[in-house]
């Protein structure tokens, strides 16, 4: 086959134009079709959603939940399976006969509930894939599902409060943002923007320090304060501490308890990349999502043996964070106790601080990782920075233009790739490039212009969410700028792209509706199925003129039925 034909199935779909209206394009030769949107039932006890009152409180906890994020599928006795995470709230829709207002315990206990966690089965009838209602596998984790802590900030005084003295059982996960899988067939979420939930009723609490640095102010985005004092800082100073974690859960057993695992790390988790290294342990590679805040990975001091014990290769093992240099190697810093002079409990509850104190890269908010299947290197995508050289949150660090962020004002992100050492993915030192910078080179011929491999026929702005497909090819979803002018002119709605890692070749796939952001990928076994998340849409996507909007998963198939990924 000669190199243009090799080019052409490497992609296998016609790239698609940009798109400014209220649905979801697909290339010619494919279809797709909604699969789950907020407020479908997962059993059929559960009310429909109204569209004057929105969920009510009974159903909140019986349904598909809001804002669609990462996910990915299991295999559970030959059933498939997704696990789902539900980012936030969007309260006017929600709530939409008190315009958003959030007026009472049921109203925080009904937003409470549609955040969270969708275990579901799913499967392919004549009307295209569904939610298998009432199947023994399905299940939802709120913000209030009991939860164990483990690891070393298990039990520290920081996370005791009056109704778990012991510091070791959490109620719910929150913001659940990006996602992953273990090796041996469990289901990550990551805790991202937690502080927002957190706020005081007396006016005159003074932020402790630690609480600056993660965002956590007087006054929580959704008053949960007023209704449930589990959220007022000045009643339960220890609550916050309890959140910004990784979550494993097991969506073969609906009746196990969640782990919160600390050893990962406190902070605005955005996904967690997990791959075995050639001796066996486990690494899991991290973004932190805020300006200025650092690119991170965990490897576990045990090996991983098929079928052999996993309880602890989440929780026994060392933090790293990079340090990219300007000549293009880099470095992992280990978060010990020696380097940071914190202890294990304070490193893991303090990460942010804990990776100042070494002296971390400061990155353009890191969102997805990925990690290639057949080639040892990951990718991070650095989302955007709207105000470089300001730091993040006080305490926080100075973010100076540098290697892997070479932008002063960076309105259009890039994703950082790095090769370890060796090809050992457990290894200390890498070398890294910058896979693409987008840009806008029809509004700028300078370095905002993009990479050489961003043109005319596939700009996009703000990288974030990210997955390889099992052929190795990247897969890049977006949640820019949609108002498609000045400097976004041509770039359109938000979407998803292929990328080939080799020749940097990057098409576009999808188009979500206006308003909407494109995360969340994962495929069906046999992978003739993708499944994509749809987040915050405008009205009146998915249902029809004159209907609240609805964050859907949808599937996406080829006509011809062959494989997508
Ligand atoms: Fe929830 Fe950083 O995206
Ligand atoms: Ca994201
Ligand atoms: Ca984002
Ligand atoms: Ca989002």
């Given amino acids: 086959t000669s190199v243009e034909a090799q080019t052409a199935s490497r992609f296998g779909f016609t790239p698609i134009p940009v798109q400014t209206d209220g649905t979801v394009h697909v290339p010619e030769g494919y279809t797709w079709a909604p ?25 909140s ?35 939409p006969h008190q315009d958003g207002e959030v007026l009472s315990a049921d109203d925080v206990l009904t937003l409470q509930n549609m955040q969270g966690v969708t275990v579901m089965e799913v499967a392919e009838g004549d009307d295209g894939w569904a939610i298998v209602v009432d199947s023994d596998l399905n299940r939802r984790i709120t913000q209030n599902t009991p939860m164990t ?20 059982t959490v109620l719910g996960t929150m913001n659940n943002c990006g996602a992953g899988k273990t090796p041996w067939g469990t289901y990550l979420t990551c805790e991202e923007n937690f502080n927002g939930y957190f706020g005081s009723t007396d006016p005159a609490f003074a932020l402790p320090e630690d609480y600056v640095r993660y965002g956590i102010s007087l006054e929580g985005r959704y008053a949960y304060e007023k209704f449930d004092a589990r959220f007022d800082v000045s009643q339960n100073p220890n609550e916050p501490h309890r959140f910004g974690y990784i979550v494993e859960i097991d969506p073969t057993d609906p009746t196990s308890t969640p782990i919160k695992h600390t050893a990962l790390g ?27 805040e650092f690119l991170y990975k965990y490897v576990s001091n045990d090996v991983y043996t098929p079928g052999g014990p996993t309880s602890a290769l989440l929780d026994d093992g060392q933090l790293y964070v990079a340090k990219f240099n300007n000549d293009l190697t880099g470095e992992w810093l280990a978060l010990t106790p020696e380097a940071t002079g914190m202890d294990e409990a304070e490193i893991a509850i303090y990460t942010r601080m804990a990776a ?6 400061t990155m353009d908010r890191p969102e997805w990782v990925a990690v290639n299947p057949v080639a040892a290197e990951g990718y ?49 030192t890498f070398t890294w490039d910058l896979y693409v910078m987008a840009g806008n ?8 212009g993009g990479s050489s491999n961003i043109n005319e026929g596939n700009l996009f702005n703000a990288p974030d969410g990210m997955q390889f497909d099992s052929t190795g090819l990247l897969w890049i979803q977006t949640d820019g700028d949609d108002d498609n002018e000045g400097d976004f002119a041509g770039m359109g709605n938000n979407q998803m792209l292929a990328g080939d890692p080799m020749t940097g070749q990057i098409e ?46 949808v599937a996406v198939k080829r006509v011809d039925g062959a494989m997508v990924g």
């Fill in 35 to 59: 699969v789950a949107r907020w407020g479908e039932p997962l059993f059929s006890d559960a009310e429909e959603l109204s569209q004057e009152t929105g969920m009510s409180v009974t159903s």
């Fill in 61 to 95: 906890d019986r349904v598909f939940g809001e804002n669609t994020d990462g996910m990915e599928a299991f295999v559970v006795d030959g059933r498939q399976v997704i696990a789902v995470n539900h980012e936030y709230v969007n309260p006017r829709e929600n709530l």
């Fill in 508 to 553: 576009r796939f999808l188009t979500g509706p206006k308003g909407s952001e494109v995360t969340g990928l994962t495929w069906s076994a046999d992978k003739r199925t993708m499944f994509v998340g749809i987040q915050h849409p405008a009205a009146p996507f998915p249902d029809g003129e004159g209907m609240l909007p609805r964050s859907s998963i």
């Fill in 356 to 361: 100042s104190a070494v002296g971390a890269t």
């Fill in 441 to 448: 080179p029809t509004v700028h011929s300078d370095a905002y």
């Fill in 149 to 168: 802590i483990a690891g070393p900030a298990a039990g520290h005084p920081l996370l005791q409060t009056p109704d778990d003295p012991a510091g070791t």
């Fill in 266 to 292: 406190r902070f605005k988790h955005e996904n967690a990349a997990a791959v075995i290294a050639p001796d066996g342990r486990v690494v899991v590679y991290m973004g932190d999502d805020e300006r200025g």
């Fill in 380 to 428: 991070c995508c650095l989302t955007n920075n709207s105000d470089r050289g300001v730091a993040p949150n006080a305490g926080g660090d100075e973010t100076p233009v540098n290697g892997p962020n070479p932008r002063a004002e960076n309105d259009y992100g890039q994703i950082v790739r790095w090769y370890p050492s060796n090809d050992d993915h457990g290894a200390r």
